[in-house]
């Protein structure tokens, strides 16, 4: 995340509100070239009549302020971490305008954008952004960017909704909270408001280990530590350092409820770097019947050889008892001739 990105977001809001009841200040088909992301490539100029065409539109325009036009400019992760916060807002958008026919980003992309021409050239003033595309990301096309991340594709749009609030709050730091400036008041209480909406989508019952809920969450908090990490180093404001976020637990499903303790990371790393547990666990479950069936197995082989040692003694014993008898009836008859 950066200013940058966060600017495209306010100045989107001046033409489509993120609050019922308010007005926008600006005709949202004023807004650029809107008016070309309305339609799904039929009717090319066709003005955005209905939420979906301003939201989908609006999807697109973010998209290709904050990726297409600074693709060259941008790190190899960058681009889908900024995918994530704008299908944050899309998400946002469809639940705050009641729109329920789409369950989640991957049928509304299917569609309304994938088929948006604009949006798959990668055109800027008629030059193909196409090859720098590929330099950054591998990805031949920004349709397979998108897709590629499939774990984002099938969130739910009412869970990946929540996390509006608080990637506003975190827009909101990086916009006004410049480290060369003494805001030092004004900048604790925006960060003190973020952390407590991280706490509560902390605790929400969807964070589960390793699911898309968790990773998007580990987005935010990484988003957030770098930035408190460049703020707390500025002298500005040394007596007032922002408050730690406390990544108090993560539920593990099926399993005992354990603490998260995880490394530092940056939003691109927390959101492709998924957890290891599940697979700990099952190479645990497979160690540990590895060794259930040695022990088994040992056990039979035990219980076998006691049973043949058994055998041979009981054998051993009843020939020395026959050659003692027949010894003793040799004794017998011995005595019995001498007489």
Known sequence: ?????????????????DELGTSPSLKFNTLGKVMNYCSNGESKGAECKTDIDQIKAGFIWLFEQNIV???SNLSKDQPKVFIV????WLSYMLNLKGVTEFKNMNEIYTKHIENNMHHINCKKTDNDCNNSLKEKTEYNSFNELIESNKCLMKFDINDMSKFYNGFKSLCKMHIECNVNKSKCTECLQIAEEFVKK?????????????????????????????FKKKYDDAQNCKSSPLPTIEKKKIIVKDFEQIPEKTPEKTPEQSYEVTSSSSSISKNLFIVLSIFGAIGFFLGISYKYSLFGFRKRDQKHLRGKLKKKEENGSLIYDSKINSD
Request: aromatic residues 12%; negative net charge; glycine residues 2%.
């Open 1 to 17: 995340m950066d200013a940058r990105l966060c600017r495209r977001f306010g100045h989107l809001i001046n033409y489509l509100p």
């Open 69 to 71: 036009s600074r693709i």
């Open 85 to 88: 916060y704008i299908t944050i």
């Open 198 to 226: 991280y706490e509560k989508l902390n605790e929400d019952p969807n964070n589960i280990d390793n699911s898309s809920y968790s990773q998007m969450l580990s987005t935010l908090s990484a988003d957030y530590d770098n």
